[in-house]
């Protein structure tokens, strides 16, 4: 189900009626009912695939918590990890592989023999790459013995398939949602107004701006661009990374704030990304749920480190760290991070991309620096590193992203006189930027200190009430959320 | 569940009430308000024109069953009907007062006066392509609907149009879009030009063929019923739209001085133009195995002081060469780019490049109508 929709708003209120009427034990199965009757709402028949998944999980990692036995436990954990990434690389990969591979008789001369593969469709199970790493995080965990596992199984299936978060995340853990489920909290109207607040702040995101941005940016990447000079790359290129950030933070919003109605806690999964002072530092603020993964069950096992139990943090907290110097782990995880987006080597280069600029700033003592030295310096770097990362990822083809790089780097084409990208697309760059770095900042004033506490109470309440209607006006399902198709 | 409330929460729940409250206010305040008139700018007015009790003009690709009716009650009458498909200059007034008629309408009264037997009917498509036009003509021959005459104003600009508007596009099914497949929307450019004034009536769903496609339709239907200020949200997102593209975005329109004014829209996409030029030779082919009389027109430009909107080498480049084509096809051509003087597009000191006032149509349709008493005189000098 689509978040951006009056339909989605009609069974969110219904959905979270019938939960707060509930006696709390039973309100996990309520919970749980209504996430397969969200998932439907897309393709009915894939539900059995997302309790396939959790059933495969939830009988592996109780036998492997229960179990004594290290070559048995080692089993399990392979039978567990080979069916759900066996899933995803079928659903997810098989035309990248297939394509690739068929590549390879060109290599020693030959002609590619069989294209027989472009045949097959294979429908990509909505959300399928957030729920299979949340199911194999829940049996890793039990191996690993830092995990809660459960016994119902129904509190599991909820676990896996909450609908808040089952379609784009946040990517939770056993430990942050199972207790919830098992032990619900009672539902104050404050958390419901809270919720209420996250979910308009969301939607204002995505239906009122990153929507609105979204015929630009298509527009931009799809036609036009080899007339580009190298300010109009780098105008389109930060257009898609506030499209992307007001987009995905918006899902993300919704998605806290409607669990938050439900009576259910999750983890931000943003903190203001472009304000980062480093690369490093923007993966500890952007995708934070998704970083965290990696971090734990692939860049922390590859470098030998203790791994950490939560979805918070990011993989930016971790490679700044002594041990961290084996540069082989930072590029492949990174490699496999841009996979992880798509089935398609341009988001290996947005991987390898910022891997780049990671080890970099960790390699220069001038760049290490930099933050604490000249903060404005080290911010607009970052900014422009970050966003120069999003024309690989929004790129049409491989071609068009390397033409585009090639732009960037090409210091003749920095001329304003022969811009192909309209004016007033430069003056929406320039007023998103501003408006990012003015809002950050007064998200940080201390409003109660500074006026008491009736006069920013009366500007929330102007600021629902605007964002509540323009979502009235342009609230229509009309584009997709981005990371629907990861 | 507590029933404590801190002023907090109240500010959060209230906000969304005077939300709803603001909307609907906001819609009742632009309840005069037409997204098609700001499409074409903030100094010009669409307007309908209706000759001899019959209306001479469809827009947008609305009203092709009543454009049907109109063809076939004209040929009824031993009328030579005369298609006239061009962009929104044709149904579009700059400083538009009242009584004001467009081209077509002046077009018909000339006829009438030299007692031609020739009637105009005009299809306009705001931004409209040549493959549009193409999808028009097509699904009136489908009807049986041929006429005598073709006039198409071509439109440089509109070369670089991508695909084809699904309105139009469902009028034409059967059109092999060859190269066009996956390249957008027709009037896409116009819509990224207005901030996506109808982007959204034009796009698909993107829940389209879902359970959840079916629940919106039966939620939002049951909204627009029971609450009659919320079916007209389009408009006020259209008004907000134009507001924020007339009022805060234009500021952008200061980077333009920034530069070489004469790169200032970007070049037409080869790809786009190849593909356009396709259909004008799909057009072409049809009209002569239909035995139908083509007249094509460079629609008129403003002609103003300075660097010019597009490169003009390839700009003329591209004319030059479809007069030439026309000179040896036997196509009527008519070069009428200068045709309408500066101070018939302006708006007090405001130019619109692309609409000009009622003198310019009255002088677009003597254009017309005159080349069209030409070719009918040299053609009965031929069968004497």
């Known amino acids: 189900m689509l978040f951006n929709s009056f339909s989605y708003l009609f069974f969110l209120g219904i959905a979270v009626s019938i939960i707060w009427l509930c006696p709390q034990k039973k309100r996990v199965y309520l919970m749980g009912m209504a996430s397969v009757l969200f998932y439907s709402m897309w393709r009915w028949e894939f539900v059995f695939l997302v309790i396939f998944s959790a059933i495969v999980d939830f009988w592996a990692a109780g036998r492997i918590a229960r179990s004594n036995n290290g070559l048995s436990r080692k089993i399990l954990l392979g039978l567990s990890l080979g069916i759900n990434l066996g899933l995803l690389v079928f659903f997810k990969y098989t035309y990248f592989l297939c394509d690739n591979l068929s590549l390879l008789p060109g290599l020693w001369g030959g002609s590619p023999s069989w294209d027989g593969w472009k045949t097959f469709h294979i429908v990509l199970p909505l959300g399928i790459s957030f729920y299979t790493f949340q199911t194999i995080s829940y049996t890793i965990d039990a191996y690993r013995g830092s995990g809660k596992t459960t016994d119902d199984f129904l509190v599991f299936l909820t676990y896996v398939s909450f609908w808040p978060q089952l379609v784009a995340g946040p990517i939770l853990r056993a430990s942050e949602m199972i207790p919830q489920l098992e032990k619900p909290g009672s539902i104050s109207l404050s958390d419901a107004a809270s919720g209420i607040q996250r979910v308009v702040i969301g939607l204002f995101k995505k239906v009122v701006i990153a929507d609105n941005l979204a015929g630009i940016v298509d527009a931009s990447f799809s036609r036009y661009f080899t007339h580009f000079t190298a300010i109009d790359v780098w105008v389109v290129a930060i257009l898609f990374g506030f499209q992307i950030y007001l987009d995905f933070s918006g899902y993300s919003d919704i998605a806290i704030g409607s669990a938050r109605l439900a009576g259910v806690r999750i983890p931000e999964n943003f903190n203001w990304p472009y304000m980062a002072l480093s690369p490093r530092e923007f993966w500890q603020r952007w995708h934070i749920s998704l970083s965290s993964w990696i971090r734990d069950y692939l860049y922390l096992p590859l470098t030998g480190q203790q791994f950490k139990a939560r979805s918070s943090g990011g993989l930016g907290m971790a490679v700044s760290d002594e041990t961290s110097r084996r540069t082989w782990a930072l590029f492949l995880t990174w490699l496999m991070m841009g996979l992880w987006h798509g089935a398609a080597w341009k988001f290996a280069v947005w991987g390898v991309h910022h891997a780049c600029f990671v080890y970099i700033f960790r390699r220069l003592p001038i760049l290490q620096a930099l933050p604490e030295r000249r903060p404005i310096l080290a911010w607009l770097i970052t900014f422009l590193v970050c966003m120069a990362g999003w024309i690989p990822f929004r790129a049409e083809s491989f071609d068009q992203m390397l033409a585009m790089y090639a732009k960037i780097l090409n210091p003749f084409l920095y001329d304003l006189s022969h811009r192909a990208v309209y004016g007033p697309h430069y003056f929406r760059a320039f007023l998103l930027t501003v408006a990012f770095i003015g809002i950050h900042r007064i998200s940080r004033w201390d409003f109660e200190r500074r006026f008491g506490s009736y006069l920013p109470e009366g500007g929330r309440l102007v600021v629902i009430a605007i964002m509540s209607a323009a979502i009235l006006i342009y609230l229509k399902p009309v584009e997709q959320f981005i990371y629907f198709q990861f | 569940m507590m029933k404590t409330l801190k002023a907090r929460d109240i500010a959060i729940l209230l906000g969304l009430f005077l939300g709803g409250g603001l909307f609907a206010l906001s819609v009742h305040q632009t309840a005069d308000f037409s997204p098609e008139d700001a499409a074409l700018g903030p100094f010009t007015v669409a307007r309908d024109a209706v000759f001899e009790g019959l209306p001479v003009i469809f827009r947008n690709g609305d009203g092709m069953g009543k454009a049907r009716e109109v063809f076939r009650s004209r040929l009824q009458e031993r009328k030579q009907l005369a298609l006239w498909l061009g962009a929104s200059h044709l149904y579009s007034i700059n400083n538009y007062h009242p009584g004001e008629e467009i081209a077509v309408y002046h077009a018909n009264k000339k006829a009438r006066e030299r007692s031609s037997p020739i009637s105009y009917l005009g299809i306009g498509l705001p931004n409209g392509n040549l493959n549009e ?129 004469a790169k200032r829209v970007p070049p037409v996409p080869l790809d786009l133009k190849q593909w356009n030029e396709g259909a004008l030779d799909e057009i072409l082919r049809i009209a002569r195995e239909d035995e139908i009389e083509v007249v094509l027109y460079k629609a008129p430009h403003p002609q103003v002081a300075g660097p010019f909107y597009h490169i003009r080498k390839r700009y003329d480049g591209f004319f030059e060469q479809l007069e030439n084509r026309c000179g040896s096809e036997g196509i009527h051509y008519l070069d009428i780019e200068t045709l309408v003087p500066l101070e018939y597009w302006m708006f007090g000191t405001a130019i619109d490049p692309w609409h000009f006032q009622e003198k310019g149509h009255r002088l677009l349709a003597e254009a017309i109508d005159s080349a069209m008493q030409n070719i009918e005189e040299k053609d009965k000098n031929a069968l004497q």
Do not use: C
């Not at chain 2, 049986?144 to 104003?153: A, E, F, N, S």
């Not at chain 2, 079916?214 to 507001?243: D, M, P």
């Open chain 2, 133 to 261: 036009f193409l999808a028009i003509f097509l699904h009136l021959r489908e009807a049986g609907l041929l006429p005598t005459w073709l006039i198409i104003g071509v439109v440089y600009d509109d070369l670089r149009e991508p695909g084809i508007r699904p309105k139009v596009r469902k009028l034409a099914p059967g059109l092999d879009l060859a190269g066009g497949k996956g390249l957008g929307v027709g009037g896409g450019n116009l819509h990224g030009k207005t901030d996506g004034l109808e982007r959204d009536r034009e796009k698909g769903s993107a829940i389209e063929d879902t359970p959840q496609e079916r629940l919106e339709k039966l939620v939002v239907g049951e909204l627009e019923k029971g609450w009659v200020t919320f079916a007209s949200r389009h408009r006020l997102s259209a008004f907000i739209n134009w507001k924020l593209r007339t009022h805060i975005f234009s500021v952008g329109e200061a980077f333009r001085k920034m530069g070489n004014p």
